[in-house]
């Protein structure tokens, strides 16, 4: 395939574009620099807004993965108007191009998150659950909207929603590593709220399954079948790295640490289905918590 990839330097990016390659497609880059040294590097500058469309013409698939860190900084005012801008100004650019393409991609992948659902409790989500309330809801809302649009020029768009994404040097969950190895490592408030995960290696197989199945469209829950609560991740963790996982972190002092960003990211509750994934026959190789962790660890 001729592929499109944006937000290729990131953590499923990088991984992605290395399956790619290791298959023999041809996959070009979205960069933002003054100019490209590569020929399959395509400059884009989404403030400006400026994209090289004509290089983007004939393109079998695009994949979306840009977007500003959301935990690489406290949630000011400033910092949640960048989160939300840089997804929806890169998608509506993108999808504003496509529509004026002779030969546009058949097929988009758009990245969004898990966070659209909110904090749910104990209830288990599936594709067809609604948007939830909360600042990442809101963001995963609009990042998801910007591109229906090309819907009209009969393109199939799927957005896949993403859990935690275990492995790879720039996660989560690498971070979190530190801690742990040096006996810090707790659950995080009650320890109750459920947490959805997914190693990168099942993570990038399920997005070329997604590419690869016609069926596919709209949202993709790409989690494991086995979401869990946040004290058994914990658990599982210090048993993997033989240590101690009991000194907690509670929720006052969690906001106290990281304000608003706690309550999204650490103390909401989402009990996410893959449900699309597991109907098309999409079988994880990591299924199973543990078993990912260990995976994980080992592959660094």
């Not at 999808?95 to 104990?122: H, I, M, Q």
């Not at 009969?154 to 190895?181: A, C, D, E, H």
């Not at 996982?245 to 989402?270: H, I, K, T, Y």
Request: proline share 6%; charged share 25%; glycine share 10%.
């Amino acid at each position: 395939m001729r592929v499109l990839v944006s937000g290729a330097s990131g953590l499923i990016g990088s991984a992605l574009c290395e399956a790619f390659r290791q298959r023999g497609d041809d996959v070009a880059k979205l960069v933002r620099k003054e100019w490209s040294s590569s020929g399959n590097e395509i400059l884009w500058d989404p403030a400006a807004p400026y994209l090289e469309r004509g290089k983007i013409e004939g393109f079998d698939a695009a994949i979306h993965l840009s977007g500003e860190n959301v935990g690489s900084g406290r949630w000011t005012e400033r910092k949640k108007g960048e989160i939300i801008e840089s997804r929806i100004r890169t998608t509506r650019l993108l999808a504003r191009t496509f529509l004026e393409l002779e030969s546009p991609p058949k097929s988009w992948v758009v990245a969004s998150a898990t966070g659209f659902y909110g904090n749910c409790g104990d209830r288990r989500l599936d594709e067809d659950e609604a948007c939830g309330e909360t600042f990442l809801a809101e963001v995963c809302r609009q990042w998801e909207d910007a591109s229906h649009p090309a819907r009209d020029k009969g393109i199939r768009v799927i957005n896949t929603r993403f859990g935690l994404v275990m492995g790879g040097r720039k996660s989560p969950f690498t971070r979190m590593l530190l801690p742990f190895k040096l006996g810090l490592g707790g659950p995080v408030g009650p320890g109750t709220q459920y947490l959805s995960w997914i190693t990168l290696h099942d993570a990038v197989r399920a997005l070329l399954h997604v590419l690869a199945t016609p069926s596919f469209e709209g949202p993709v829950n790409v989690v494991s079948p086995n979401p869990v609560r946040n004290k058994e991740f914990v658990s599982s963790l210090g048993r993997a790295l033989n240590r101690p996982a009991v000194l907690p972190l509670p929720a006052f002092a969690a906001r106290l640490l990281l304000g608003e960003m706690a309550d999204d990211l650490l103390l909401a509750s989402q009990r996410v289905i893959p449900r699309k994934l597991l109907e098309s026959g999409f079988t994880f190789e990591y299924p199973e918590l543990e078993q990912a962790i260990r995976h994980v660890l080992e592959s660094r």
